[in-house]
């Protein structure tokens, strides 16, 4: 569905001839990661990644949240090269990463904080969307106090706080059990179709992938010259239910058969 | 339930070697070399005035003062270690060896320095005191997570925030941990300082009576520094359940 539209959406991000590798010590150039990428990912979007470990899933997202800077090439968000793009765009990290001294309400705040926002202020913003995202009455517990599946949700209720309309998710659910997995899903689904944001989701999980996303992004042996798209042929809404369409299941094999090769290769 | 058996227990405990202290003291009976606990216990009311008004104060002031300058120099030393790797290669190692010096030896030179005033013995408890507050405070300011930080990073956080808001709340609770270690090390630096020259002072007194042979009151001083040792220790335990609240409810 979203092929014809493309065209006339805005680009959000977008990569022109990216290069990168990591140093070691003597700064001596090792194997790049990304080799001369282009890529563009379009408004209010939802992109996955797959690969195996070690593919430089999480160097994509580090280059996109600028913490790493391309060795060549540019990275534009919103339609501008960005050389700093730390703050600019919001992560959330595999681990829910809450800040243990910090309640619920005081952890979703952060990114309001640093951005110099009254302290009173910005906890006054964040109480009402704690609600919204299932947690009232748990604003001033603590992490530790709460189940996987609720912290995982005050991890992206304070990235989607960044103020972004760019939110990288790294296999924000893979901690969680099989069913809290599915029902996160779900929640994802309807709140990234409230939020009108452009979401790019790694994960291992092919149906994770096929369930979420308008299009997949295979990564492959390293260097990663050309992303190797896939088109998830499936409306909105869905249901888990959709997945279970001949095509869909034929579709799901190839992607399987593509990085059981990558893994053997 | 099975905190209060423990205390329970540890009273018990208490109790029984008392007893047995007592019953040995009497078997003896030589009370200016054991002097059995109820008559220590006798001797403190007696001397009760001097003690509490004229000694305690002294040695008290000695040990908040070498506290407070332990943990303002401690802190201050270890956050500067934690910026400046430079400051960190010159100073961790002087301050490991520093506490290869014996410094109970040292401290008749400290004595020379300041004469008998309260410098000679606070000089003494800063020295047992900043290392254990220093070391604990600095590995706590490396502890903070390298996940957390460049998580902040991508939140746009400066230097300046990922060290009030991430790297203080992880020393925290190191620094009480040192801090703990610190209080009671500070009554043993005090009642050293005071055994090498002194004009007041529980230490002092104590060591006053051994030498007049009079086992009861060279134990009635050390009675209350330990009691001065429990209770900072408890303060602050009070105070890190406080300011640690987050963790108390784990």
Redesign the interface.
Known sequence: MSKCGQEKRKKVLEFQNVTFSYKDKQQTESTPILQRVNTAIYEREFITIIGASGSGKSTLFRLITGLENPDEGHILLNGEAEEHRLGKVGYMPQQDLLLPWRTIQENAALPIELKRVRKEEAYKRVLPLLEEFGLEGMENRFPHELSGGMRQRVSFLRATLSGSNILLLDEPFSALDAITRLSMQEWLMEQWEKQKTTVVFITHDVNEALFLSDRIFVFGEKPIRTLQEVDVPLGRPRSLKDLNQPSLIELKDQLLEQLRGKVMG | MNNRKGSLSAGLFILAFLIIWEAAARAVNMIFILPPPTGIIEKLWELKGPLLIEHLPVTLSTIIIGLVISILLGVGIAVWMSVSPSAEKAIYPIIISSQMIPIIALAPIFVLWFGYSIWSKVVVTVLITFFPITVNTYDGLRSGSQ??K????????GKK?IFF??LV?SA?PHFYSGLKVAVTLSVIGAAIGEWLGAQAGLGYFSRRMMTQFDGAAVFAPIVLLSLIGIILFVIVKWIENKS?K??K??
């Open positions: 996940e957390l460049e998580l902040m990073l991508t939140m746009g956080a925030e808001k991430l709340p925290l640690l987050w963790r409810s784990s």
